[in-house]
Nanobody, 123 residues
């Protein structure tokens, strides 16, 4: 069973950058598709990005396309979300999630979740 811990959130000004990390223990993330999701106050959880297992196929929500980059370092058993050109509407709690499957899917398909890390974009 894999355990996930997110880190790297914080307060940043509009236009700034943050790199979120999702560190795993208990199993190798290489076997898992990893998704990043976010939830803002009063809103539903939404998918941000995902990286498939092994071949590292990636996908992004339209609202982060070109600004965010997902990557994995299997040696460190960690998946990253590099977030550039941040906007106030990116403010949310960001979660990583894992599923023991090649393919990415919606949030209902992930069995393992981290505790979340707060990202606040404000001047």
């Amino acid at each position: 069973q894999v355990q996930l811990v997110e880190s790297g959130g914080g307060l940043v000004q509009p236009g700034g950058s943050l790199r979120l990390s999702c560190a795993a223990s208990g199993d190798s993330l290489a076997y898992y598709a990893i998704g990043w999701f976010r939830q803002a106050p009063g809103k539903e959880r939404e998918g941000v990005s995902c990286i498939a297992s092994f071949e590292d196929s990636t996908n992004y929500a339209d609202f982060v396309q070109g600004r965010f980059t997902i990557s994995r370092d299997n040696a460190k058993n960690t998946v990253y979300l590099q977030m550039n050109s941040l906007k106030p509407e990116d403010t949310a709690v960001y979660y990583c999630a894992a599923r023991l499957n090649y393919y990415c899917t919606g949030p209902e398909g992930y069995g393992y979740w981290g505790q979340g890390t707060q990202v606040t974009v404000s001047s």
